[in-house]
């Protein structure tokens, strides 16, 4: 009776093991009492909406959160509620997760170790990465003072290449450690935009999972990664059509390859970088009679369109879908923000994509040569 009596009693503690291990425990000292009272929510994104699994009530600027861990890969954003800045991805595990707050920016941050810990310091460098290019500033400078000429240009414009990719190595280097688990996943979806090279995305993308790949966002940065493979400097333009202002089908094959080089200039009414831009685009139309500027309008309403293009005096040929961020159009060239510039020689082939102020200058300067 004795021995079937300790039989048992090992059932059940090997029973309470395995629960335990499959459980998570999340606990956060927020530094301030600021959000007392406040949600601090648990959940995820699915390709029809945010699903909320859990949540708590912050105690003064403590909370406590803990439940089942739905499976071995489930990854889940935790957040304050009404606090944006504080979405942070966690790998759900057995092991503590402790997070603190940054007061200053509302990050929440993962103080433990483990994958989520990795996470943390991955994140950490990247941005010191981003925080320490003074490239940009360099530009700027030299411009106002009147200093900046083809050679610096070129210049920076190797440094700029030589640091675009060192980080895409370390991201690259990040996700390949981690592309069994969905933080590989989440830092490849949200860093695409970082890549200048798109070889090294679609390596990336054939190193995923198969049941990865029918997660929505996957599939749009693949189809990203691939349309910008395919407009790529050195490729063979993609026609793309729309519809002028008078409502007339127009496409881009009906300039490219009629003797002039052509700038396909991706805007925006209510973009203002993009309206920023229209006086320099306006310059270099004056300067060289050989360029032919095509504007393709991602605006999703033709009045805004219409009076956006009065109001600039755009006399160059447009055409848009008014379809908004899902032109088809911008998708054909993997365009992820405006204003995004093309450059087609007189013979169809892309020699230059997102070019954008000196970088445009430049380019087309040496094309005109």
């Not at 009693?9 to 406040?38: K, P």
């Not at 933080?183 to 390596?203: A, C, P, R």
């Not at 504007?295 to 379809?323: R, T, V, Y």
Request: include cysteine; hydrophobic fraction near 35%; charged fraction near 30%.
């Amino acid at each position: 009776m004795k021995r079937k009596l300790l039989i048992f009693l090992s059932i059940v503690l090997v029973c309470l093991s395995s629960c335990n291990n499959n459980r998570y425990t999340i606990t956060g000292d927020l530094n301030t009492d600021e959000y007392d009272g406040q949600l601090i929510c648990l959940g995820y994104e699915t390709n029809t909406g945010k699903v909320f699994t859990d949540s708590a009530t912050i105690e003064g600027n403590h909370f406590h959160i803990e439940g089942e861990i739905p499976d071995s890969n489930a990854l889940r954003t935790l957040w304050i509620d009404g606090l944006i800045a504080s979405y942070k991805p966690i790998l759900l595990s057995n092991e503590n997760i402790q997070v603190e707050l940054k007061p200053s920016s509302g990050e929440l941050r993962i103080k433990s170790d483990g994958l989520n810990g990795a996470f943390q310091t991955f994140s950490d460098s990247v941005n010191t990465l981003l925080i320490d290019r003074t490239f940009y500033e360099r530009r700027v400078d030299l411009k106002d003072a009147g200093k900046m000429t083809l050679e610096k240009h070129n210049e920076l414009l190797e440094e700029e290449r030589q640091y675009m990719n060192h980080l895409e190595d370390y991201i690259c280097d990040y996700i390949k450690e981690n592309i069994s688990n969905n933080l590989g996943l989440y830092v490849f979806i949200e860093s695409t935009h970082f890549f200048w090279n798109t070889e090294k995305l679609g390596e990336l993308i054939q190193l995923f999972p198969e049941s990865y790949k029918e997660n929505k966002r996957f599939k749009f940065a693949e189809a990203w990664a691939n349309a910008v493979s395919e407009t790529a400097v050195g490729k063979q333009y993609t026609d793309i059509k729309g519809f002028d202002l008078e409502g007339k089908e127009v496409a881009l094959s009906d300039y490219v390859g009629k003797g002039k080089v052509v700038l396909v200039d991706f805007w925006a009414s209510w973009c203002g970088p993009c309206r920023e831009l229209l006086p320099e685009l306006k310059e270099y139309k004056k300067q060289y009679k050989d360029l032919e500027i095509v504007g393709i309008s991602i605006d999703d309403n033709k009045k805004d369109w219409e009076k956006a293009s009065i109001d600039e005096e755009i006399d160059w040929p447009q055409f848009s879908n008014l379809m908004g961020r899902d032109d088809p159009a911008k998708l054909a060239y993997g365009v992820q923000s405006i204003p995004t510039t093309i450059l087609i020689d007189r013979n169809g082939t892309i020699i230059g994509r997102d070019l954008y102020r000196d970088h445009l200058k430049y380019k087309i300067e040496e094309l005109m040569k």
